[in-house]
T-cell receptor, first 115, second 113 residues
């Protein structure tokens, strides 16, 4: 079974600085998708960024980018120019590309942004 | 508004009772997924339906059951409730095969007292 590990329960960053959240996963599959979701205090789950495993180029969405290392099974999220509104729980997630499968989530990293 | 509608938003009930959580998926999405999130923890996959049929089961207790109806809305039934069942229950939907992840509802906060 695929597992997702987020080794940093909590992280903090100064406003306008850069922070990197770590995620590793375990799978025997070669084709899959990876995601980062943000959960602010409202508890809504918001998709931040996604990466297809077959793509070598790292995904980027404005201030959010990933460092995808397929061989190392690592998928970190970099947040640049951190803003107060970035404070939230961040979940890394894995989904197999085989058929219609469920998504597996890591335990989450709580990000605090200091003004 | 994500397009996935969950009702009710909040539910308080006593131990031993039974409740039903409802989810309407985003228009066009055939798959519905249910997740449980206990306090300050990650999301645990419960069950998945696709176009009315059960597709996958996760760590769903025997006291819990779900179904997806012809109009594609889904219901999660929780019975013989225990204090430990208190959690946020999310419904998410997606098209059949997609690399776009899920669209989540806003969740139902269940408190068992």
């Amino acid at each position: 079974a695929q597992t997702v590990t987020q080794s940093q329960p909590e992280m903090s960053v100064q406003e306008a600085e850069t922070v990197t959240l770590s995620c590793t996963y375990d799978t025997s599959e070669s084709d899959y998708y990876l995601f980062w979701y943000k959960q602010p205090p409202s508890r809504q789950m918001i998709l931040v960024i996604r990466q297809e495993a077959y793509k070598q180029q790292n995904a980027t969405e404005n201030r959010f980018s990933v460092n995808f290392q397929k061989a190392a099974k690592s998928f970190s999220l970099k947040i640049s120019d951190s803003q107060l509104g970035d404070a939230a729980m961040y979940f890394c997630a894995y989904r197999s590309a085989q058929g219609n499968n469920d998504m597996r989530f890591g335990a989450g990293t709580r990000l605090t942004v200091k003004p | 508004d994500s397009g996935v509608t969950q009702t009710p938003k909040h539910l308080i009930t006593a131990t031993g009772q039974r409740v039903t959580l409802r989810c309407s998926p985003r228009s066009g999405d055939l798959s519905v997924y249910w997740y449980q999130q206990s306090l300050d923890q990650g999301l645990q996959f419960l069950i998945q339906y696709y176009n009315g049929e059960e597709r996958a089961k996760g760590n769903i207790l025997e006291r819990f059951s779900a179904q997806q109806f012809p109009d594609l809305h889904s219901e999660l039934n929780l019975s013989s409730l225990e204090l430990g069942d208190s959690a946020l229950y999310f419904c998410a939907s997606s098209v059949a095969t997609t690399n776009y992840g899920y669209t989540f509802g806003s969740g139902t906060r269940l408190t068992v007292v």
